[in-house]
């Protein structure tokens, strides 16, 4: 494959250095940054992931801030989840929407205070939406994506190597929540939560000398389990139905058909850009939804663009993410399928790049 080229376009991270010297073998492009998706092998990382602990550099999920008295007035008009009882000090993943309900983004939102609150994204240029919707409606609120950079630990090691680093303060932590904890006299968000199964933490990094400061401290802390540096994992990913925006869904999908209808809440106090199309998908129900799909036999390639599923000569979805996996022995998929065949145990087909192979439906992921 052909090596990229680097340039002001594609971003390094505050992390690049550290993650070099760990002896990355492959990236993606992720909103503008570079994003390491292998280290040894796909294979080996996904066993270190389960068994030990990982430190991934997620700096390209970046933040987009909202700060102003309108800050929360606008956050709740980008999605139809009612934040309305949501704290200072919680995390809520939040389906983003356009006026068509199509999904734009599935970001984890941060209140960090009432009129201030950071969105922190998946890959999409989702500021330049939030901006248009602000000015359009002469909200009296500063967006702006401020320089912090995420650092994910993750593994089933993770409580033990962040307590060595910032206190046993972190093992209070609940789930989506997050504290404000020191590290070298410079205050850090560090949230439960990550794009794992696995368990873990997200640290949002200030600019600056401290991130490559945390960088080494976890590496010197966590020399005796096995520390190394990650990302995120796709069979690991797969196995656990942690759906991937712009591979598994678009905005041509409704939250609805990704399976985030429980983060619908769309009745009249709310004012979600979207509202009315997403309250006819609810009424109506979705003709499709995302399904976990076992290919049936060896090992399938990797999937870098659709794959049809076929029931009877006719296509009835398509599968987005798929791989064999190691701990279930079986080749585990993301699919959107047609309501006619996405009921559990459904005999399928999928058309892979060696060919049609038989498939099963699951509504459950494995893990």
């Not at 619908?264 to 129900?285: F, M």
């Not at 036999?297 to 987005?320: L, M």
Request: negative net charge; hydrophobic residues 40%; contains cysteine.
């Amino acid at each position: 494959m052909a090596l990229l080229s680097p340039s002001r376009r594609l971003r390094r991270t505050v992390f690049s250095e550290g993650v070099e010297a760990q002896g990355v073998s492959a990236y993606t492009v992720y909103n503008h940054m570079l994003l390491p998706t292998v280290f040894k092998s796909v294979v080996e990382d996904y066993h270190h992931l389960k068994q030990a602990v990982q430190v991934w550099d997620v700096a390209c999920e970046r933040q987009v801030e909202l700060r102003g008295p309108d800050a929360a007035r606008l956050m709740q008009m980008l999605t139809p989840r009612d934040l309305r009882t949501m704290q200072v000090g919680q995390c809520f993943y939040v389906p983003i929407v356009d006026e068509t309900g199509g999904m734009l983004n599935d970001p984890v939102a941060v209140k960090l205070a009432d009129d201030h609150w950071w969105v922190s994204i998946a890959d999409s240029d989702l500021l330049y939406w939030i901006k248009g919707i602000a000015n359009g409606w002469r909200l009296d609120v500063l967006i702006d994506e401020p320089d912090i950079s995420p650092l994910a630990i993750q593994g089933p090691k993770a409580d033990d190597l962040m307590a060595e680093v910032f206190g046993d303060a972190v093992r209070n932590i609940r789930f989506f929540r997050y504290a404000r904890l020191e590290f070298n006299g410079v205050e850090m968000v560090v949230a439960r939560s990550g794009y794992s199964k696995q368990g873990g933490f997200e640290v949002y990094v200030p600019g600056g000398p401290v991130a490559m400061q945390l960088w080494h401290a976890l590496f010197e802390a966590g020399a005796s389990m096995d520390v190394r540096a990650g990302c995120p994992n796709l069979i690991e990913r797969i196995e656990g139905g942690l759906l991937s925006y712009g591979n598994d869904m678009t905005d041509d999908n409704t939250p609805h058909e990704c399976g985030l209808g429980k983060f619908c809440d769309t009745h009249d106090a709310l004012g979600c850009i979207g509202r009315d199309a997403l309250l006819r998908v609810a009424k109506e129900g979705p003709t499709q939804q995302i399904r976990a799909i076992e290919i049936i036999g060896d090992a399938v390639p990797g999937c870098d663009r659709w794959w049809p599923i076929i029931a009877k000569g006719k296509q009835v979805g398509r599968v987005s993410s798929a791989a064999y996996s190691p701990d279930f022995k079986t080749n585990v998929a993301i699919g959107m399928v047609k309501m006619t065949h996405w009921d559990p145990e459904t005999d399928i087909q999928v058309e892979t790049p060696q060919g049609l192979r038989d498939a099963k439906v699951y509504e459950k992921f494995w893990i």
